[in-house]
């Protein structure tokens, strides 16, 4: 089983900026791709930000130049640095992990429970 662990949402005012963080557990030996997607209220969930194993990043439009994703490939964590939030970040946002390499199996995508993210306008 592997199991990732996000922490950091909560409510913070327009302009204003919070942290995501995500641990995966869970015996990995490797992990592709490593980020974050969120969900808003009515919408689909969207990709935010993935950071490949190779280390290049891509990000959602709507958040370059605001939002940054780091990984440690050694910790099997993700963080994403998100700044100057509008009420059009708040969502649900959820760490995702893809082709995992965890004991003898092979997982194709985990996700976390999600944080949420208010952002007040």
């Known amino acids: 089983q592997v199991h990732l662990v996000e922490s950091g949402g909560g409510l913070v005012q327009a302009g204003g900026s919070l942290r995501l963080s995500c641990a995966a557990s869970?015996?990995?030996?490797?992990?592709?791709?490593m980020g974050w997607y969120r969900q808003a209220p009515g919408k689909q969930r969207e990709l935010v930000a993935l950071?490949?194993?190779?280390?290049?990043?891509n990000y959602a439009d709507s958040v370059k130049g605001r939002f940054t994703c780091s990984r440690d490939k050694v910790k099997n964590t993700v963080e994403l640095q998100m700044n100057s939030l509008n009420a059009e970040d708040t969502a649900v946002y959820y760490c995702?992990?893809?082709?995992?390499?965890?004991?003898?199996?092979?997982?194709?995508?985990?996700w976390g429970r999600g944080t949420l993210v208010t952002v007040s306008a």
């Open positions: 950071v490949t194993r190779d280390g290049s990043t």
């Open positions: 869970g015996s990995i030996f490797r992990i592709n791709d």
């Open positions: 995702n992990a893809k082709n995992i390499k965890a004991g003898i199996h092979t997982y194709l995508e985990a």
